[in-house]
């Protein structure tokens, strides 16, 4: 059965994020198993275990530029009057074998990444040098003039140089960007274990929502919250299986829930939790098993919910943008965030750039650009009041200013806790 708590037993967002937590321990369980992926479908996902390379990088011994392999010794004299002449004894595409080895006076042209034949020990760019053909009468030999000098192992990549074999190449742990994948992929990995991503619906509910774009009658506004909530989670590293615009029916907010549970390991809802007349959501969920719908010590966010829906979990968030997002960012994004394997977002410290109030009781999460003083430390500007409404100013905010619940005044130059958005 639903809990309702009374005012002085509201939980604090810490509080409550933990009876989150406690709500999607299933979710949790699953994600600290891993799941085998094709490398082309493993970025953003985290890895689950070390990655080690089987082979040295690079795999053999490949020219650096596109130039001649040569002995240094053969140019150790070479100046741009008086340049060394070599005979050209072929071409060494990349992709190819590394041809017939070198003698003394010889070079053998070579393209970038193409294999070093034995006897060189080092390339001249081809920028450094010239080509001579004789004529027909001398046997049509090539030669090519070198203008400067070399040292051994110029220009030249070696096995190991990159990584060694047994060398841990990613950490578990790490989210795997286009540089991890290209990392993976050279030392002939074709799949990654990873952690699995979380299936999460997504599902807004209100009879006054429209889709952007479409026009608009009496009392209707255009839908935003399915839209910036599949947005963060999916920037949280889930997998956003449905998203469902309910009106305030019961019979068309369960058939959402229907279509948002199937397959999937959580639902976030959006509006419908307060106490009013047509709380849909609160209305279909509160009386299940470990239901809870009461609201918390915060502002914006204060009505919030939880419940299940065919054994799926169901986070229930209150229904205006900025209350949607904010507690999204505050209370579940960190649950989510441990849930695919990733570090949390910690806050950070910057001084006010003015006096604010706050309600007392109540963690207060204020919108905020982060900016540099005149003295080039870190500031934190306010955008706007603490109403929930206010959406066109959270877009101009980065940051949350986390106001503890026991302050209500906090002067200019304060420093506090901002949490990113």
């Given at each position: 059965m639903a809990s309702h708590p009374?005012?002085?037993?509201?939980?604090?967002?810490?509080?409550?994020?933990?009876?989150?937590?406690?709500?999607?321990?299933?979710?949790?369980?699953?994600?600290?198993?891993?799941?085998?992926?094709?490398?082309?479908?493993?970025?953003?996902?985290v890895l689950a275990a070390d990655l080690r390379a089987s082979v040295d990088l690079p795999l053999f011994v490949n020219s650096q530029m596109d130039g001649y392999a040569v002995r240094a010794a053969d140019v150790a004299g070479a100046r741009p009057d008086v340049p060394a002449r070599l005979r050209v004894v072929g071409t060494t595409h990349a992709g190819h074998g590394p041809g017939p080895g070198i003698d003394d006076d010889e070079a053998r042209k070579v393209m970038t990444g193409a294999p070093v034949p034995e006897g060189a020990d080092c390339v001249v760019p081809v920028e450094d040098t010239t080509v001579e053909v004789a004529d027909d009468s001398a046997g049509g030999t090539t030669s090519v003039l070198v203008y400067a000098p070399r040292g051994a192992g110029e220009f030249i990549r070696r096995p190991g140089d990159d990584v060694r074999a047994g060398d841990v190449v990613l950490p578990a742990g790490v989210r795997l960007e286009a540089r991890h994948l290209a990392a993976a992929a050279s030392l002939g990995m074709s799949g990654l274990d990873v952690r699995p991503r979380p299936r999460v619906g997504v599902v807004a509910t209100g009879s006054e929502l429209v889709a952007p774009g479409r026009p608009l009658k009496p009392g209707q506004i255009w839908e935003s919250n399915s839209i910036t909530l599949a947005a963060a989670l999916k920037a949280c590293g889930c997998e956003v299986t449905t998203t469902v615009v309910s009106s305030d029916a019961r019979d068309d907010f369960t058939a959402a829930l229907d279509a948002a549970t199937r397959g999937t390991d959580l639902v976030v809802t959006v509006g419908a939790v307060s106490m009013g007349d047509a709380e849909v959501v609160r209305q279909v969920l509160e009386d299940r098993d470990g239901a809870r719908f009461a609201p918390i010590a915060m502002q914006p966010g204060g009505p919030q919910g939880i419940s299940t829906w065919r054994g799926t979990?169901?986070?229930?968030?209150?229904?205006?943008?900025?209350s949607a997002l904010v507690s999204f960012v505050v209370l579940v994004r960190p649950v989510i965030l441990e849930a695919v394997g990733r570090a949390p977002l910690g806050t950070r410290r910057a001084r006010l750039s003015r006096a604010v109030a706050s309600p007392g009781g109540r963690t207060q999460y204020l919108r905020a650009a982060l900016m540099r003083d005149e003295t080039g430390s870190l500031a934190a500007e306010p955008v706007s009041g603490p109403g929930s409404h206010l959406v066109a100013s959270m877009a101009r905010a980065d940051v949350l200013v986390e106001i503890p619940a026991d302050v209500t005044d906090l002067p200019a130059g304060t420093e506090v806790d901002v949490l990113p958005l």
């Open positions: 009374d005012r002085s037993t509201r939980p604090s967002p810490t509080e409550y994020r933990e009876l989150l937590r406690a709500h999607v321990a299933p979710m949790l369980e699953r994600a600290t198993r891993s799941t085998h992926l094709p490398i082309a479908a493993c970025a953003e996902s979990p169901v986070v229930c968030l209150p229904g205006n943008p900025v």
